[in-house]
C-alpha cells in the first residue's frame, strides 16, 4: 500500500514538469484502402499513412457493411421498433378493433397514422390549402361552363326571334 502511494505522489509531482516542456508535434494518422497491387502513398514526416488492402475485385463495388438491406428489421431502431409494438394486441376504445367497445372509433386514427408514415411526416403539407385549391379549380370549371350554356342559350334566343 505503501508504495502505492509512493508511485502515485511520484506520478503527480512529475505531471506538471512534463506539462510545461514543449510538446512535439504529433504525426497525423491517415487510414486508406488500397486494391490489388496498388502501391501504399509513402508516410511524410507529419503524416502517417496506414493502407488495407483489397483483392482488385472489390474495388469499385459498394463497401461490405453498406451492402444489406436498409427494410431489414434487423437494421431498424429499437425506438422504431418499439413505436409499431405500440398498437400490436391493443382493444377497446381508440383501438380500430372489432372487439370490445368502441373499436372502431380508432380506425380513423389509424388511417392516419398510415398517410403520415407514408408521407413520411412531412408538415409542409398543407391539406386544407389542398381541399381548397381543389374546390375553386373545380367550381371554376363549373362557372365557366354555366357561362358557355348561358351564351348559347341567349344566341337560340336571339335565333328565335322574328325580324
Not at 389509424?110 to 411526416?121: L, P, S
Request: aromatic letters at 4%; hydrophobic letters at 35%.
Amino acid at each position: 500500500m505503501k508504495a502505492f502511494f509512493l508511485a502515485a505522489g511520484a506520478l503527480l509531482a512529475a505531471a506538471p514538469a512534463g506539462a510545461q516542456a514543449p510538446a512535439a508535434a504529433e504525426p497525423k494518422i491517415s487510414t486508406m484502402i488500397v486494391y490489388g497491387d496498388d502501391p501504399c502513398p509513402p508516410s511524410t514526416d507529419d503524416t502517417i499513412i496506414v493502407c488495407g488492402r483489397q483483392p482488385e475485385k472489390e474495388r469499385y463495388r459498394i463497401p461490405a457493411p453498406l451492402r444489406g438491406n436498409p427494410n431489414d428489421p434487423a437494421s431498424q431502431a429499437w425506438a422504431t421498433r418499439s413505436q409499431a409494438l405500440e398498437y400490436a394486441g391493443r382493444g377497446g376504445i381508440g383501438s380500430c378493433s372489432t372487439t370490445g367497445p368502441g373499436g372502431a372509433s380508432g380506425c380513423f386514427n389509424q388511417i392516419v397514422r398510415q398517410a403520415r408514415a407514408e408521407r413520411g411526416g412531412d408538415p409542409s403539407v398543407n391539406w386544407n390549402a389542398l381541399v381548397e385549391e381543389a374546390r375553386r379549380e373545380r367550381l371554376g370549371k363549373i362557372d365557366a361552363q354555366a357561362e358557355a350554356e348561358e351564351a348559347d342559350a341567349k344566341a337560340d334566343e336571339a335565333a328565335a326571334k322574328p325580324k
